[in-house]
């Protein structure tokens, strides 16, 4: 495909050294008596994959933090082929500071003292202190340290800096056994104020010499802090990502692009100049169905797709170049051409898979592995049915199941992976499967994110429960387990798309029954459980706690949420933080009652041994309150608590009484711990 080059000329380092001369006294100025200078680091590389730069942008900013020079303000800016971070306000040098030496200890021979004094610099040995340790008595001296130049500080920590930044996966460039990167790294900018901070990296010195874009700007461009942004610009690189991300947004206004912010993501961090266009392909493609035609586009051409007026998919899409214009067209006549090609493939495949009944390629699952401990997917496709089975799904459930992985097998996924499911709800529907069937298998992958909807009706929830669970159980049981970041199954995805149908497609069973005995696995779904209460719908951590104490259980995840939701209320109440310590205090009698062999009354409390006053007051209103809801107690309990701790010895002299109050106790925590283990709740008392 031939593109439009514009040529814009090299300029000369003798030229660009003038104009660095005349900008360089701006760009400090003097604060308390030091300069305060700004800061500048480039780290320019082969093309990074979209995907990992904001998370590179993120630890670059740590990384930086950590190195703790005072500083005002960070800002940090990407393209594809450079991470940057800009600070300002750095000292031209870090302030004198003082530290404490340690010596010998005091009962060190008078030689070792005195030579400990020398090399300090310490003249008379009164100087010397004697302070009190972990390990005992010893001599120390204050030492006074000066302070670096930051050029200095800076240019012995950022080669760490940059080959510390995370990356997924990383590569040696230079030889084996030499740095990692995530791609080579080509050049360096790293500049305080109007100096180059020196090092060197992977063979690269760091300097002021930038790159401009590949096209439109010149291979090396002299910059310096102040003039940075301005001189990419010149040379057709966008530097804000705020600034391509609108430019995208302003090319298609007033075209209907069907939403999509995360190719909008993806564009906005794989072009340094973006500038979208507007193609065609020939309405006879529109045969296909919209989902084939909008993964091509998508995930294969990174184009947006185009609906017209009624919300249906038109013949239409937008592209996004890397250039400012293209106007001879060739760019979109290339782009016609690619999609063209692409669409033939599609269209080709579905017609091909379309000559063997879809439910005849079950078969063909022997020879598909799902993983090499676990079998095959016709394998995978049996413990599937029969947990559907098991989870109350009806025959639909069952059939969906038996036909959810079989498109696996066509070679429309084969070439358009990103097609899993869809591809066999849609062929299930053109031959003849029922409509709960085709929507289950369709939808069973769901939710892929946290962004995902769960899966659309009951039958089709139940497959993808099968599914996932189907999953976790063969992965834990053959020890192929998460650790750290590797996920290579996604299990955890798999474990938060279980919690989110159970919990809003309103499951009222029990996980327990689907883990079994595996405490590795219980504890893989407890984590997600409360990430999903915490993060996704804000409880406070110490409520998920008492909701999912082992006193109260946590299998039924609906029934955990409608827990919750009650704590929550209740924690308005002005009495509730109270009663929620006086619960705490009972738990800790209770347990220090039980370490000395402490055991309730198996008869139940004795009425005749409580003293009359708060201790009977107590239970008198534990009798009238039992079996309500603790919202309608809570302001009756209360102060009726507050009296009996204020005014009764729970460890009476008399072991009758003691035991028959510890009992009252056990009672009375029992009775209300049912939705939430309240010892468990922070409190300010």
Same mark, same amino acid.
């Given at each position: ?22 900008? +360089? ?151 084996? *056994? ?38 439109? *700007? ?14 990419? %610009? ?44 507007? %193609? ?140 899993? /499911?869809?591809? /066999? ?48 159980? %063969? ?70 706690? +008492? ?56 008869? /139940? ?81």
């Amino acid at each position: 495909m031939s593109i439009p080059v514009v040529d814009v000329p090299d300029m000369t380092l003798d030229t660009e050294t003038e104009t660095l001369l005349e900008l +360089a006294e701006p760009e400090r100025k003097e604060v308390g008596g030091q300069w305060s200078l700004p800061f500048l680091l480039e780290i320019g590389t082969e093309e990074i994959p979209d995907w990992m730069i904001p998370t590179a942008l993120e630890n670059l900013r740590l990384s930086f933090e950590k190195l703790e020079i005072p500083h005002e303000s960070v800002r940090l800016d990407a393209t594809p082929r450079r991470l940057v971070l800009r600070a300002e306000g750095l000292a031209a040098r870090q302030p004198d500071s003082v530290e404490r030496v340690l010596g010998p200890p005091k009962s060190a021979p008078p030689q070792a003292v005195a030579g400990f004094a020398r090399k300090q610099g310490i003249a008379y040995l009164d100087d010397l202190k004697v302070e009190s340790t972990p390990k005992g008595e010893y001599y120390t001296c204050l030492k006074k340290v000066p302070g670096r130049n930051t050029k200095d500080i800076l240019a012995e920590a950022l080669p760490g800096v940059i080959l510390g930044l995370y990356f997924p996966k990383t590569m040696y460039w230079t030889g084996k *056994g030499g740095p990692r990167f995530i791609r080579p790294i080509r050049w360096i900018v790293a500049l305080l104020g109007p100096d180059i901070i020196p090092f060197e990296l992977a063979g690269v010195r760091s300097g002021r010499l930038t790159s401009g874009h590949r096209r439109l *700007g010149a291979r090396e461009i002299a910059v310096t802090t102040a003039d940075y942004e301005r001189r990419l %610009g010149d040379h057709g690189v966008v530097l804000s990502a705020e600034e391509r991300r609108h430019r995208i947004r302003h090319g298609m206004a007033g075209i209907r692009i069907k939403p999509d912010d995360k190719l909008l993501e993806t564009l906005v961090y794989l072009t340094e100049c973006p500038m979208p266009i507007q %193609g065609n392909f020939d309405p006879q493609f529109l045969e296909l169905p919209e989902e084939v035609l909008i993964t091509v586009m998508r995930h294969h051409q990174r184009y947006f797709s185009v609906q017209d007026a009624e919300g249906k998919l038109a013949p239409q899409f937008v592209a996004v170049m890397n250039i400012p214009s293209d106007p001879e067209g060739f760019v979109r006549r290339g782009n016609e051409r690619v999609l063209r090609a692409r669409f033939n493939d599609a269209r080709f495949f579905w017609e091909t898979d379309q000559k063997k009944p879809f439910a005849g390629r079950k078969q063909d699952l022997a020879n598909v592995t799902f993983q090499a401990k676990l079998g095959s997917y016709l394998a995978k496709t049996e413990r599937m049915m029969q947990l559907a089975r098991e989870l109350g799904g009806d025959a639909h459930a069952v059939r969906a199941a038996e036909l959810s992985k079989i498109d696996l097998t066509t070679e429309l996924v084969k070439e358009f992976t990103e097609l899993q /499911g869809v591809v /066999g709800g849609l062929y299930a529907r053109v031959q003849g499967e029922s409509e709960p069937v085709w929507q289950a298998i369709y939808d069973h992958y769901k939710p892929e994110s946290m962004e995902d909807a769960i899966p659309r009706n009951r039958t089709a929830q139940i497959v993808a429960l099968a599914d996932k669970l189907d999953t976790l159980r %063969g992965c834990f049981g053959v020890g192929l387990i998460p650790t750290g970041s590797r996920d290579p199954f996604a299990l955890r995805r798999a474990a938060q798309g279980v919690v989110r149908i159970l919990i809003e497609g309103r499951f009222e069973i029990s996980l327990f029954d689907f883990v079994g005995d595996d405490e590795a696995l219980k504890a893989f779904f407890a984590e997600r459980v409360r990430y999903y209460f915490k993060d996704i719908r804000g409880f406070a951590y110490d409520e998920i706690n +008492a909701c999912m104490a082992a006193s109260v259980g946590w299998g039924n995840l609906v029934d955990l949420a409608a827990r919750l939701e009650r704590v929550r209320a209740l924690r308005a109440s002005p009495d509730f933080e109270p009663l929620a310590a006086a619960f705490k205090r009972i738990a800790n009698i209770l347990q220090q009652a039980q370490d000395t062999g402490f055991t309730a009354l198996p008869s /139940g409390i004795d009425e005749a041994l409580l003293e009359a006053g708060p201790e009977r007051e107590l239970y008198q209103e534990f009798r009238r309150i039992a079996g309500q809801p603790i919202e309608n107690a809570i302001s009756r309990l209360r102060p009726k608590i507050d009296l009996f701790f204020d005014k009764v010895l729970v460890n009476a002299p008399d072991p009758a009484v003691r035991q028959n109050r510890l009992t009252l106790l056990q009672t009375l925590l029992a009775e209300f711990s049912t939705i939430a283990d309240f010892s468990e709740i922070v409190t300010n008392s």
